[in-house]
Each structure stands twice: as structure tokens, then as C-alpha cells.
């Protein structure tokens, strides 16, 4: 039925409101997330609050949308396969990384003009209009053609260990985050390291680059906006590829931003 209304099964068919899904759907592409039209993943899966069958109690007159991550085909298929209470590792991983993203959503959605909340731990991210529409009308063109902040030319992937490389991309696959591969593209973006001050250069280190979230040259380059998209992509970003299996650690030196450094296991 595509993203603008979801039937399920014994549930009475609701439908989102046409503008409203098109101002969701457009912030995610301008944060560089995936849309899982008509439910395909991965990606982010919209549908009319209630419609899902979870028998919810959200309120849809402040909340008509409802937002869940679908994560890779191969996770999804590995974790219902499993079932809950199974011992397998694939239920866990996946509701990790859900939680992650689902999480993130909550964060910066508010941030491009969407109220947004997630009332329990593993449940959704439910979405509301945030202002009124002659409010959105007016911010739809202004969000469209803002310039966005520009993530820098990332270190030449010659200096990237390829050991790094090849897990980063298997577990962001594995999680259903793009990975940017080139200097303007959106996803996890990978740089290279700097070797830490009075570092032997001759010692043996384990292999490690630095990953953050790059979203879309379009995304408007105001503190409020850059800042929460991404704070809340860059933790979902973390969580999600330890949860696949990388080996993540936060860095904070004293003369710059927090960075994510990320290991092969």
C-alpha cells in the first residue's frame, strides 16, 4: 500500500495523512536514512499508528504515524527464525540495533520541525505533525534548499585498514545502514585515524578507524538541526555496529568533538 497507509490483519485500515508522510519521508532522506516503502526493508518503515496489530495504546490523534527500523533480510529472517527466548544471538542483535535507530529517530526528528516520542524501551517511534501546516508550508521550501553541512573529504581509503573496512561494511549491511562511499553520500562514513601523540610508531596496534554519521548534503547546516541529527545518528551508529559485532570505543580528547573508533573483533 506503500508508505501513506498500512491495513493488517484484523485491524480496521487507516490511512496516514498524504502531507504528513511526505514531511517524515522527507526528513529521513535529508538525515540520509532509508525508507522501507510498502514495508520492504531495510530502511524506515512508516504506517498509521495502530494499524501494526500490537494492540497499542497510543494516542493516533496526537501520534497518527508510526515509525519502526527494519534492519537487513538476512537479520530480520535470522531473528524470527530464532524466536524470542531461543538463546540465539539474532533476536538480541536485531532489538539492538532497532533500538538504536528507533531511538535516534525520537532524537532528531523534532529538530526538522516532527514531534516525536518512544514511550517504552522496545516500542516504536511515534510521530505527530509538530507545528501547524502553514508553519510546514512555509519550512518545506527553506528545508529543500538549504545547503547542508559539509562532512569534509574523507581520508583516502588507502589509509583506511582493510580489515576495518570489510567489517564496518559487513556489520552497517548486516544492521541496514548505508554505508557513504564517497565524500557525499550519505551513511557511515569512515576516517582515518590519527596515530595517538607519543605513539610508537613501530608498535603493533590493532587496526581502527573512526565512524560517524554523514547525512545528506541537503540537510539544513543550523546548530539545532546538525547538532541533534548528529549526536542521536552517531550513538545509533555506535550501538548498532557493536551489536553486530564490531568492537566500538568512544574517544574524548580535550581540544575536539567526541569520536567513535570502531575495530575489527
Given at each position: ?24 519521508v ?8 532509508p525508507?522501507?516503502h510498502?514495508g ?11 494499524t ?5 495504546t ?7 504515524v ?22 540465539s ?16 529517530l ?21 510521530v505527530?505533525p ?7 508550508a ?18 583516502a ?13 559487513r ?7 548505508p ?18 601523540p ?31 541529527v ?14 553486530c559485532?564490531?568492537?566500538t ?17
Open positions: 500500500m506503500g508508505v501513506h497507509g498500512v491495513a493488517a490483519a484484523g485491524v480496521r485500515e487507516a490511512r496516514v495523512d498524504p502531507l504528513l508522510a511526505d514531511r517524515v522527507e526528513a529521513l532522506l535529508l538525515v540520509g536514512l525508507v522501507a510498502g520492504h526493508g531495510p530502511g524506515v518503515h512508516l504506517f498509521a499508528t495502530g501494526d496489530g500490537s494492540g497499542g497510543a494516542d493516533r490523534e496526537r501520534w497518527p508510526t515509525l519502526r527500523w527494519l534492519c537487513s533480510a538476512r537479520l530480520e529472517d535470522a531473528a524470527a527464525a530464532a524466536g524470542a527466548g531461543s538463546g544471538p539474532w533476536p538480541r542483535t536485531r532489538q539492538l540495533v532497532v533500538n538504536s535507530v528507533e531511538t535516534a525520537a532524537e532528531f526528528l523534532p529538530a526538522l520541525g516532527l514531534s516525536a516520542t518512544r514511550t517504552a524501551p522496545d516500542g516504536p517511534t511515534l505527530g509538530g507545528e501547524d501546516a502553514a508553519q510546514a512555509a519550512g518545506a521550501g527553506a528545508f529543500a534548499a538549504a545547503p547542508g553541512a559539509s562532512a569534509g573529504e574523507p581520508a581509503m588507502v589509509l583506511l585498514p582493510e580489515e576495518v573496512v570489510a567489517a564496518v561494511r556489520g552497517a549491511a548486516l544492521a541496514g545502514l554505508l557513504a562511499r564517497h565524500a557525499r553520500a550519505a551513511g557511515v562514513a569512515l576516517t582515518a585515524c590519527p596515530p595517538s607519543g605513539a610508537d610508531a613501530d608498535a603493533d596496534t590493532v587496526p581502527v578507524a573512526d565512524a560517524a554519521w554523514r547525512s545528506s548534503p541537503q540537510l539544513p547546516d543550523t546548530p539545532a538541526v546538525s547538532t541533534a548528529r549526536e542521536a545518528m552517531h550513538h545509533a551508529v555506535g550501538t548498532a555496529l557493536t551489536a559485532g564490531l568492537r570505543s568512544w574517544h574524548r580528547p580535550p581540544d575536539a568533538a567526541p569520536h567513535l573508533h570502531v575495530a575489527d573483533r
